[in-house]
Nanobody
Framework: QVQLVESGGGLVQAGGSLRLSCAAS??????MAWFRQAPGKEREFVAA????????SHADSVKGRFTISRDNAKNTVNLQMNSLKPEDTAVYFC???????????????WGQGTQVTVSS
């Protein structure tokens, strides 16, 4: 049984930083990713990373501020978020699957989500 458990969310002031982590159990996966959903909006792609970590993809809205990475020894994926803005406020979801993609349908398993709130 695959389980994904996110951690690291919280409340931070604009300009601050947070680091999200997602621990996977029950399998290993080629692609690990983060998505987010703000109140009243559709869930959107944030970043994804391949098995080796050599291929990454970041949404334009977070490029230069967020960095995705993974630790295969621990079966975790991390999202370092710097220079946070109020518009980054959302529930952040970890997802895993067999293909590196920005499409939600390419991911087979999802975490429950962790809240990130950025105050102005």
């Amino acid at each position: 049984q695959v389980q994904l458990v996110e951690s690291g969310g919280g409340l931070v002031q604009a300009g601050g930083s947070l680091r999200l982590s997602c621990a996977a159990s029950g399998g290993t996966f080629y692609a690990m990713a983060w998505f987010r959903q703000a109140p009243g909006k559709e869930r959107e792609f944030v970043a994804a990373v391949s098995w080796s970590g050599g291929s990454t993809s970041h949404a334009d809205s977070v490029k230069g501020r967020f960095t995705i990475s993974r630790d295969n020894a621990k079966n975790t994926v991390n999202l370092q978020m710097n220079s946070l803005k109020p518009e980054d406020t959302a529930v952040y979801f970890c997802a895993v699957g067999g293909q590196l993609s920005f499409l939600q349908t390419r991911y087979d398993y999802w975490g429950q989500g962790t809240q990130v709130t950025v105050s102005s």
